[in-house]
Structure formats: C-alpha cells, structure tokens
C-alpha cells in the first residue's frame, strides 16, 4: 500500500558526494518520520539520518557534519546529501518512513528496496 522508490547509489571516489532519494506512493494518508539505514556485509542495519514531519534531524555520530537529510513533504520525498564520503560509507542504503494509509491508520514503518554505496579509496 506503500510503495517506495530509491535512486541515488553508485560509485564514488572518498571525499566525493552522492544524494540518495525515497520517494513514497500509494494510498498514504500521512507520514511521520523519514529516514535513511545502512547496512555493511556483516553488519547489522543502522540508522544514519532522520527528519520528522516538523523538520527536525537526527543522525548517527559517524555522519554528522558529513552528511544532511531533507524531505520535501508535498513529494513524499526524502533525501540524503552525502559529502566527504569514507570507505566505511560503503552499504547499502534504505529508506524508511513511518506512514498511515487510507486502510491502516496505525503507523507502520515500510522499507524501501535498498541502494548500494560504494566509496574507493
């Protein structure tokens, strides 16, 4: 009911920039906190960024600074602007985003499908 859209991923040298995007559709009737998770090989998914409806951002310590996570409410679109990037950047990326739909007015957290970062040294 939920559908979520990343784009953004690639191959980037350090200290390069990329900017991933989520864009959510379906029958959303409204979105609470928008977010982004990384996932390395071997490693459990961590939170790197969020931004609730009011604007207001949280991010894991290794990214701050480095990193900054926007969204633009009337697109349902969130997005996240990596600069400075590291080799320990390199996982895949996910979007998440707390939602109530039309047929679920509970909040529930849907996943987008992932995007890899790669960063070379």
């Known amino acids: 009911q939920v559908h979520l859209v990343e784009s953004g991923g690639g191959l980037v040298q350090a200290g390069g920039s990329l900017r991933l995007s989520c864009a959510a559709s379906?029958?959303?009737?409204?979105?609470?906190?928008m977010g982004w998770y990384r996932q390395a090989p071997g490693k459990q998914r961590e939170l790197v960024a969020s931004i609730t409806k009011g604007g207001t951002t949280n991010y894991a310590e290794s990214v701050k600074g480095r990193f900054t996570v926007s969204r633009d409410n009337a697109k349902n679109t969130v997005y996240l602007q990596m600069n400075d990037l590291k080799p320990e950047d390199t996982a895949v990326y996910y979007c998440?985003?707390?939602?109530?739909?039309?047929?679920?007015?509970?909040?529930?957290?849907?996943w987008g499908q992932g995007t890899q970062v790669t960063v070379s040294s």
């Open positions: 379906g029958s959303i009737f409204s979105i609470n906190v």
């Open positions: 998440n985003v707390e939602a109530k739909t039309y047929f679920n007015q509970n909040w529930y957290p849907n």
